[in-house]
């Protein structure tokens, strides 16, 4: 669905008919053909909704008559939705948003701190993010069809392969370190900021990756872990920062280690 020509489709999944109110007002008061809302208060009749229609995004409050805290977003995970999550937390269970976005929720949202703005704003970088995660998941593909075929891995597919973390799980945990030690160091831009030093060491985590015999998983869990942890005790603008440089970040990694398993296989084939 092209973004730029059609509205975006959102469900709005909220039984506060005042908070529903004030999500829709918002909406419109930042453009009547920007965003169509459809709002639902109840998480069986959310569920109904998306196996029979097409959404670009889901605003998610937690706690909805049939369905309390991370239990609403795990019942949407479970389903397979393949449409991106903004969870809304009150002030009381803030608590939950960090871990909303381990379970593969894009962004939290605090309702008392909800402004036009940072609602709109919140809801392109969800959609964006979702589009490149699955862009993500194409490259991280070539990757693991490409680790197959290295001479350290015999096993013929990914359900037979022992992953490094089983392997080699203190490797893992120093790349993950070493990543988000430059994630951090990136957000920060201190003095010892320095893109070109940024991307060395990228390259020389994906090397390791790849000398290692990474494959999907791993990749996916150094990017993940190491993003998570920065997260913690970030605002939401910062958190929008961090998970962009991430992102920026992935995409050099997996680039690196592309590049280290086709060397290989050219290689191979000329011996």
Do not use: C
């Amino acid at each position: 669905m092209s973004l730029k020509f059609q509205p975006i489709q959102l469900l709005l999944v909220e039984d506060n008919p005042s908070d529903a109110r004030f999500v829709k007002e918002i909406l419109k008061e930042k453009g009547r053909d920007k965003f169509t809302v459809q709002d639902v208060n109840l998480m069986s009749e959310a569920l109904k909704i998306l196996s029979d229609n097409e959404f670009d995004v889901i605003l998610l409050d937690l706690n909805l008559p049939d369905s309390r805290g991370l239990d609403a977003l795990l019942r949407i995970s479970e389903k397979q939705f393949d449409v991106p999550v903004i969870v809304l937390t009150g002030m009381d269970d803030e608590s939950l948003g960090p871990t909303a976005i381990q379970m593969g929720a894009q962004d939290y949202l605090t309702k008392g701190e909800l402004s036009p703005d940072l609602l709109v704003r919140s809801i392109w970088y969800a959609i964006e993010r979702h589009h490149l995660r699955k862009q993500q998941e194409r490259e991280l593909g070539t990757i693991e069809s490409l680790s197959l075929s290295a001479p350290q891995t015999t096993p013929s597919s990914e359900k037979n392969r022992i992953s490094l973390q089983e392997k080699s799980p203190a490797v893992i945990e120093e790349m993950t370190k070493r990543f988000r030690s430059l994630l951090s160091l990136a957000a920060g831009k201190t003095e010892a900021y320095a893109e070109e030093k940024i991307s060395d060491e990228i390259r020389e985590i994906g090397l390791t990756l790849a000398t290692n015999d990474a494959g999907t998983h791993d990749i996916i869990g150094v990017y993940i872990r190491a993003q998570n942890e920065e997260l913690e005790n970030k605002s939401t603008e910062e958190r929008a920062q961090v998970m962009e440089l991430a992102r920026q970040m992935a995409f050099e990694l997996m680039g690196y280690v592309l590049s280290t398993y086709r060397n290989r296989l050219r290689t191979l084939k000329k011996s």
